[in-house]
């Protein structure tokens, strides 16, 4: 049975012509300067403006942190 993961990473930027790249690398740079395999992470990402917190893949990661 596979393991589910442990570490949701969200990365966001603020306009769609922008991209996650640079986030998500530096994230896998940490989890593999940590020994963190990639199949412990669950990414979640948005392109929205930082000024609200309505953000729905923040919003799906916080309900997966609370239901553990």
Not at 6 to 18: D, E, F, L, M, W
Request: charged letters at 30%; one cysteine or more.
């Amino acid at each position: 049975m596979p393991r589910k993961p442990k570490i949701g990473c969200y990365i966001r930027v603020s306009t769609t012509a922008q991209d996650h790249d640079q986030q998500r690398h530096s994230i896998r740079s940490w989890a593999r300067s940590n020994h963190v395999p990639q199949s412990e992470l669950k990414w979640f990402a948005d392109k929205k403006s930082g000024k609200t917190m309505d953000r729905e893949q923040l919003s799906t990661l916080l309900r997966a942190v609370d239901l553990g």
